[in-house]
């Protein structure tokens, strides 16, 4: 088990901006990537954003390219999620994982997972 400990989240108004952020608390980390899901109310779980923690190699959902930018502090496992110019429609519960597999976007290939953190944005 690798826990993952997530921050951020709340309400803010369309077009404004928010940070998430997510800790790896356990004593070794070397996932393959970290990244970003996010569900909706009676939606699936679903990607937005990751990279490969050790190259950086970013990926983004078409919906949230352009607004949103993830980055990592290798050196404390800490990964971060950074969300302008918000919708309504980013609206979700937002939660991050890890994984050892190169299925980047895949949300079955993730291992372990935050406990995920409410995003309201308000039109």
């Known amino acids: 088990q690798v826990p993952l400990v997530e921050s951020g989240g709340g309400l803010v108004q369309a077009g404004g901006s928010l940070r998430l952020s997510c800790a790896a608390t356990?004593?070794?980390?070397?996932?393959?990537?970290a990244g970003w899901f996010r569900q909706a109310p009676g939606k699936e779980r679903e990607f937005v954003a990751a990279?490969?923690?050790?190259?950086?190699?970013?990926y983004y959902a078409d919906s949230v390219k352009g607004r949103f930018a993830v980055s990592r502090v290798i050196a404390n496992n800490v990964w971060s999620l950074q969300m302008n110019s918000l919708k309504a429609e980013d609206t979700a519960v937002y939660y991050c994982?890890?994984?050892?597999?190169?299925?980047?976007?895949?949300?079955?290939?993730?291992?372990?997972w935050g406990q995920g953190t409410q995003v309201t944005v308000s039109s």
């Open positions: 356990g004593r070794t980390f070397s996932p393959v990537a």
């Open positions: 994982a890890t994984t050892r597999r190169f299925l980047i976007t895949t949300v079955s290939a993730y291992d372990f």
């Open positions: 990279l490969t923690w050790g190259g950086g190699t970013e």
